[in-house]
């Protein structure tokens, strides 16, 4: 039996409120910390690399995305990031989520920040309709990449391996997706149903199941065999946080998927994310050597 499952609500809705678990400062500090992180990192992105700014991926008024380009403009074959924000499905967009395009388009690699609608105007189901067909357009409409890397935080991270999870014949094409990050994520929606996480997403035990990307593992193999996937963690993430990712990682692993998984330390939650501003950084060093390998 899930270990959840045996919680009272209290102590589940205190494992899953990752601010209370930062080493570093209050919950309230470490989330407003974070937006400025995010946003001034954002600005910065967008002052290094030459930017295309509310592109549309699809009809809908947030289906929108910013595409962070190498200032050298593009050329063939260069790699490009699809970052996915996180915030628990309710918050955050791409105006704070162009900062890991810092150092990589210092390095030659394009990053696009997709937007999708938050709750409580969509749902699970659309969000992850959403995110899926950006990556689509990105690659029906960047013709020049040599591959494309996946990166999501948090709620992010849990889109990021829905997208991996995809179906494509459904689609006009099949995405090469060649790496994915993902970051502090949630990959079984079953614990968070009775928290208030659920309050805006209003999702049953039937939407849950069915985009929870631990359920979904033998059609990530057969979608994403070729994929390289990292879960990190934070060394202050919450015991309920590591679970996921560590059973995720397990599932993954003995599927025969090619997954490593990274315990990062010195991190919470939070700044797990915000140091992929840093070329040195450990992740972002990751992310550019999967790249190389490639």
């Known amino acids: 039996m899930a270990q959840w499952r045996g ?10 409120s990752p601010s209370l678990w930062s080493h570093r400062m209050t919950a309230d500090d470490v989330i407003k910390a974070h937006v400025a992180s995010l946003e001034e990192g954002t600005q910065r992105a967008r002052s290094v690399a030459k930017s295309q700014l509310d592109v549309a991926y699809g009809e809908g008024e947030g289906e929108k995305m910013d595409v962070y380009m190498p200032s050298t403009g593009p050329s063939q ?3 490009l990031v699809v970052y996915i924000h996180g915030g628990y499905w309710q ?6 989520s162009g900062f890991i ?26 969000m992850v309709s959403q995110v899926r067909r950006s990556v689509v357009s990105i690659v029906q409409q960047y013709s020049y990449i040599s591959g494309v890397y996946l990166c999501g935080h948090s709620a992010g991270a849990h889109l990021a391996a829905m997208v991996l999870c995809t179906d494509w014949s459904q689609y006009s094409i099949t995405p090469q997706i060649k790496g994915a990050f993902l970051i502090s994520g949630i990959y079984d929606l079953l614990p968070i149903l009775s928290t208030y996480v659920n309050e805006p997403l209003k999702m049953t035990e039937a939407v849950a199941l069915r985009n929870s990307p631990s359920q979904l593992v033998p059609q990530l193999k057969h979608s994403s065999s070729a994929c390289h996937i990292v879960v990190a963690v934070g060394q202050h993430d919450s015991p309920e ?3 996921q990712s560590e059973d995720f990682f397990k599932a993954l692993n003995s599927s025969g998927l090619k ?36």
Do not use: C
Request: aromatic share 12%; charged share 30%.
């Open 241 to 243: 946080f590591w679970k």
């Open 77 to 79: 074959g260069i790699p």
């Open 91 to 96: 918050f955050f967009s791409k105006e704070e």
């Open 101 to 126: 395009a810092v150092p990589l388009v210092q390095r030659g690699v394009a990053m696009v920040a997709v937007d999708y609608d938050i709750a409580p105007k969509g749902n699970m189901d659309l």
């Open 7 to 16: 919680m009272e609500k209290d102590e589940l809705e205190r494992q899953y």
């Open 259 to 294: 997954v490593t998984f990274e315990e990062v330390p010195n991190t919470d939650h939070f700044n797990i994310m915000e140091q992929f501003v840093d070329g040195d950084y450990h992740l972002t060093q990751l992310l550019l050597k999967m790249m190389e390998d490639h």
